[in-house]
């Protein structure tokens, strides 16, 4: 009742709510063993959420640390040229930080989070053709019906030498889909999560691969090894997409 009752209260009221109840959870949880790269700070444990482990200071996930992680050490986001950056279904642990980075050239969109900037339609995405040097798109392409379709879309308007970072979970060994599979119910039941509309497995970068990406996938122990990798938890395999000739 009460989660229900937060949930009708303006985003005016809901913020101040959640930086308190953040920073509480920031006083409980501190150490030093285990380390944040997206925030920076250091933390005794991270919490348990859906069997992953979200930071306490700012939230991220394993994969939100990952990706982190590949921008900082394997791309020039952050070399301080100007560039245009789409980022969808931003994510409250990296949108800010992002923006402040990058500055008036990111863009971030949503088709019903009010937090993004614009509200969009990832299949029919209203900016012409190579606009970004950059897209940013994890874990919203298993909520698509047409995904190819936005595969394609998110290719057309990235420029020529642009990349982008294309995430999804690998939840099965073999990309599964079926249309007929509507409900809440039968959607948890058959992808695992009540607003999916596939499982994908590794042939997810044969899928890329169909709407013209060329696609290297890089994995935890490429980016941090030993204690480091231990420290952050990382989580996820990362899919950078360029454009194929």
Known sequence: MMMRLAARLPE???RPLREMARVGVSIAYTGTRLY??????TAR?????????????????GRHRMVWLLFERRTDLFDGRAKRVLHVAPEPCLADRLRSRIGEGYVSTDLMDARAMEEMDITDIQY??????????????EHVPDDRKAMREFRRVLKDDGWAVLLVPITA??????????????????FGQEDHVRRYGPDYVDRLAECGWAVEA???????????M???????????CR???
């Open 36 to 41: 944040c790269p997206v925030c920076g700070r």
């Open 173 to 190: 060994g073999e990309t599964f889909e079926d249309a007929s599979v509507v409900t809440p119910e039968d959607r948890l039941r058959v």
């Open 230 to 240: 231990e420290r952050m938890l990382l989580q996820g395999t990362m899919f950078m």
């Open 218 to 228: 890089t994995r935890p122990e490429e980016l941090a090894e030993g204690d480091d």
């Open 128 to 141: 012409p053709d190579g606009t970004f040097d950059v897209i940013y798109c994890s874990h919203v392409l």
């Open 45 to 61: 444990a991270f919490r348990v959420y859906r069997n992953m482990r979200r930071c306490p200071h700012c939230g991220s996930l």
């Open 12 to 14: 005016i009221v809901k």
């Open 243 to 245: 454009k194929k000739e």
